[in-house]
């Protein structure tokens, strides 16, 4: 059975990460299936919009800890990129909670909306790492005081505050009432018009891909190999805290 499942209906493409048992996580094969998706979506000529969605009670909750055969950093940079370039705009509907890498699919999209229930959490610190590719998409749109706290202190913060800091379009009680408007504009849009409007919205982020991606990949290298963050994620899968140099 497929983890990412596909839908179509009146000029939008529907994308349903559908692993609940791993709370969506980033794993080689769910990464290889949305990318494989996100593909076909871009060259569909029917499709306007691409909507990126979930089962279950997590949007994604990061990098599979447990994949034998994890999606590497370079890997991560590409799916990300693959959202940012690809020439239809992603709208992200979330009605469950978002960790790490998962929040760094929310900033590829072009729009997202987000349940007033959810919750988001920058974990990276607390396993030794660092929020490094995602970084790519995320820092040209965040509040850069928002980012100095929350890459730090690995809180948890809701959807309002999310909503504040630039991480999500809009937070609402109702995902797909508050959606409604935005997939109407979106439907009434040309290929070309929605194309090159993109390009224009995206173009710091862009610029940040070609900038900084390749020593960003090499940081988020360096670190998963680290003793540091074998001792963070070894903790992490035995729910235990972990043990840092003194």
Not at 42 to 52: F, I, K, S, Y
Not at 106 to 115: E, F, K, M, W
Not at 216 to 245: I, K, Q
């Amino acid at each position: 059975m497929p983890v990412v499942r596909r839908t179509h209906d009146q000029g939008v493409t529907t994308l349903t990460l559908d692993s609940p048992h791993n709370r969506n996580a980033l794993s080689a094969r769910l990464v290889a299936e949305l990318h494989e998706e996100l593909s076909r979506a871009a060259e569909h000529p029917g499709t306007r919009a691409v909507v990126l969605t979930h089962t279950g009670t997590t949007f994604c909750a990061g990098a599979d800890l447990r994949d034998r055969v994890p999606t590497g950093p370079d890997g991560m940079a590409r799916l990300l990129r693959s959202i940012v370039e690809l020439p239809k705009p992603v709208v992200a509907r979330v009605t469950g909670h978002v960790r790490g890498g998962g929040i760094g699919l929310l900033g590829a999209c072009d729009i997202a909306v987000a349940r007033t229930d959810t919750s988001f959490a920058f974990t990276e610190a607390r396993l030794g790492l660092a929020p490094a590719v995602i970084s790519l998409p995320l820092l040209p749109r965040l509040a850069p005081r928002a980012v100095s706290r929350y890459y730090l202190t690995g809180e948890r913060f809701g959807a309002a505050e999310a909503a504040r800091i630039g991480l999500v379009s809009v937070a609402a009680d109702d995902v797909d009432e508050a959606l409604a408007p935005v997939l109407d504009g979106l439907r009434r849009g040309s290929p070309q018009g929605l194309a090159e409007s993109k390009r224009l919205a995206t173009a710091d982020v862009r610029r940040a891909f070609d900038r900084d991606e390749a020593a960003l990949v090499a940081l988020s290298v360096r670190l998963f190999a680290s003793a540091e963050a074998r001792e963070g994620m070894t903790a992490f899968l035995e729910r235990r805290d972990p043990a840092w140099p003194r």
